[in-house]
């Protein structure tokens, strides 16, 4: 149980492009959804935290209208790389948790490479 | 402030039994996972303890005492594909939900 699938695996694409990436939970009713970034050698950075129909809250630093979060259901949420940069190529995970007092789950991640 | 120690490296044979250490300095928490992520990979979880005591998972194990702010991942019967890093984390109650993760424990299993 507490599968959560990440599309697509892999995005190559040019400079100025929009990038969609979709989390969805397949067994379980992901109440709060994370996003996180994570660069070569090094730990998991937060992005944002999305609950099913309000907001997302993002971290410090990470700008709201370049990563564009929507959690419009308890089974998906999605990320959106507007206007893509070779700076922004990294390695983007989702994680799903259903109750606080439940362990999150991770997506298998999306790595992006903006040419 | 919250912190999670581990060690950072760990070598073992194949066959052998391991144990990671996490300590931790921080106030309520709603449990403790353990995350196993190759290089390259997504982190997979493995273990989750709500409560203070063990809990199996095959060949994966995790402890938990929140009295002595201590927790561990026993890894049993050590195969090549165990070598990867291992994070301990934890979801404070004020944090909204947030894991905070330690270091990691970079395990290498050799023949």
């Known amino acids: 149980g507490a599968v959560v699938s990440q599309h697509p695996s892999w995005v190559i694409c040019k400079s100025g492009t929009s990038v969609k990436i979709e989390c969805r939970s397949l067994?379980?009713?992901?109440?709060?959804m994370f996003w996180y970034r994570q660069f070569p050698k090094q730990s998991l950075m937060l992005m944002a935290t999305?609950?099913?129909?309000?907001?997302?809250?993002?971290e410090q630093g990470v700008e709201k209208d370049k990563f564009l979060i929507n959690h419009a259901s308890l089974t998906l949420s999605t990320l959106t790389v507007t206007s893509a940069h070779p700076e922004d190529s990294s390695f983007y995970i989702c994680s799903a948790r259903n109750r606080k007092d439940q362990p999150q789950h991770f997506g298998d991640g999306t790595r992006l490479s903006i040419l | 402030g919250q912190s999670l120690e581990q060690p950072s490296e760990v070598t073992a044979v194949e066959g052998a039994i391991v144990q990671i250490n996490c300590t931790y300095q921080?106030?309520?928490?709603?449990?403790l996972s353990w995350y196993q992520q190759h290089d390259g990979g997504a982190p997979t979880f493995l273990s989750y303890n709500a409560l203070d005591g063990l809990e199996e998972t095959g060949r994966f194990s995790s402890f938990l005492s929140r009295s002595d702010s201590y927790g561990y991942l026993l890894l049993q019967e050590l195969q090549m594909k165990d070598s990867a890093s291992y994070f301990c984390a934890v979801s404070p109650w004020n944090q909204g939900g947030k894991l905070i993760f330690g270091q990691g424990t970079e395990l290498s299993v050799k023949p």
């Open positions: 999305s609950n099913e129909g309000s907001k997302a809250t993002y």
């Open positions: 921080t106030s309520g928490f709603y449990g």
């Open positions: 067994d379980f009713q992901a109440t709060t």
